[in-house]
């Protein structure tokens, strides 16, 4: 893994000192950048070419979304994992939309931080495990899809029943398939989505407003 310029963006200077020390470990990380706001973020963004942020949702003066938002139009390969806790999930489909490509609990330890940074260096999305269940407890399916994509109607069923941490073997039932038939479509799901795990595959559909929060 090639070493990596890391933005922490979060109002609270605790949180980012205390990130800033785990990070600072990781003999992967050459630099880490701060600020405190949205409207920071972006004018260090001009100054900086980070391989990852770690942004904040809620924040004063520009929060995580709209900075989210901007900062892709201004560079969409850049990797933004949102900081979250379990009281902020009206906001997973907003910054998903907005282009983050995963979340990680605020209170995540070494090893998370460890997990969540090769996981997206890597081309994948990363939900912490707490977060993942909990966006997948609160899914439910829209009657029609907001944007086109390239999915049959039965692959879109079979998503929405993976988004809902449904096995193949239970998906199969509910939509009387065969499991066989299940594994297939699964298997083109992460081709045609370019997924590699169920995240991956939640972040699909709900971008693609098959699902939502």
């Known amino acids: 893994m090639e070493a990596l310029t890391v933005i922490l963006v979060d109002d609270h200077r605790l949180f980012r000192e205390g990130l800033r020390m785990l990070l600072n470990q990781m003999p992967v990380i050459s630099q880490v950048y701060e600020a405190s706001n949205g409207a920071e973020f972006l004018q260090l963004l001009g100054k900086t070419n980070p391989g990852l942020v770690f942004m904040d949702i809620n924040m004063p003066v520009m929060n995580g979304i709209e900075a989210c938002r901007q900062a892709m139009a201004i560079n969409p390969e850049l990797k933004i994992i949102a900081l979250s806790m379990f009281a902020e999930e009206d906001y997973y489909t907003s910054m998903i939309n907005a282009g983050a490509c995963g979340f990680m609990l605020k209170n995540s330890g070494i090893e998370d931080v460890e997990e969540c940074l090769k996981s997206v260096v890597a081309g994948h999305n990363y939900f912490s495990p707490e977060i993942l269940a909990g966006i997948v407890k609160n899914l439910s399916r829209k009657k029609k899809p907001s944007r086109v994509t390239e999915l049959s109607d039965r692959e879109e069923e079979v998503l929405y029943g993976i988004c ?50």
Do not use: F, P
Request: aromatic fraction near 2%.
């Open 164 to 213: 809902q941490g449904q096995s193949n073997q239970e998906i199969a039932v509910a939509l009387n398939l065969s499991k066989r038939t299940v594994d297939k479509h699964r298997e083109n799901l992460l081709l045609k989505t370019g997924s590699r795990n169920t995240a991956g595959l939640v972040m699909y559909a709900i971008r693609h407003g098959i699902a939502e929060v």
